[in-house]
């Protein structure tokens, strides 16, 4: 049985695009490399066949993933979420105890994390830490340096 998750209509449409693409554009490209690699002779010695087969295999692994990922993945309607504690797509705000430093992350789906942008993983350590607590309320959270005490400041839905 597969792993629900739940994405957000643009998460979705991009695990779908991608999908789309591999089935649609990669797959006969590596099925004529194949070809190609099998024209040139003696398969037992031609490396480019086989670095061309486990392409090939590589490319049907993750077109399978993507196909589990999908079969799991749930659309959320970000509007009809109860904004009064972190949830997977809520936005928050939190401060850390010691340093006073603040910082604001997304939680979204493993597939749809990106630092960078400010997403993190409900599945992450921070992220895990976060789920359920509401405003005011304290998360002592263990990263790999020890226990993080953040508080959370705001809690909003984008």
């Not at 999908?70 to 705000?93: F, P």
């Amino acid at each position: 049985m597969s792993k629900v998750s739940y994405y957000t209509a643009e998460g979705l449409k991009k695990l779908r695009d991608e999908l789309d693409r591999l089935r649609d554009v990669e797959r006969p490209k590596a099925s004529q490399a194949i070809a190609d690699a099998r024209d040139k002779g003696d398969l037992s010695e031609n490396a480019e066949y086989d670095a061309a087969k486990e392409a090939q295999g590589l490319l049907e692994l993750r077109i399978a993933k993507l196909e589990e990922t999908l079969a799991g993945a749930r659309l959320i309607d970000e509007s009809q979420l109860d904004t009064s504690k972190v949830l997977v797509h809520s936005t928050v705000k939190i401060k850390n105890t010691v340093n006073n430093m603040e910082m604001t992350y997304k939680l979204v789906a493993q597939s749809e994390a990106d630092l960078k942008s400010g997403k993190i993983s409900v599945d992450s350590p921070i992220g895990k830490g976060l789920l359920g607590k509401k405003v005011g309320e304290m998360a002592a959270i263990q990263v790999p340096n020890g226990v993080v005490n953040f508080e959370i400041i705001h809690i909003t839905r984008d």
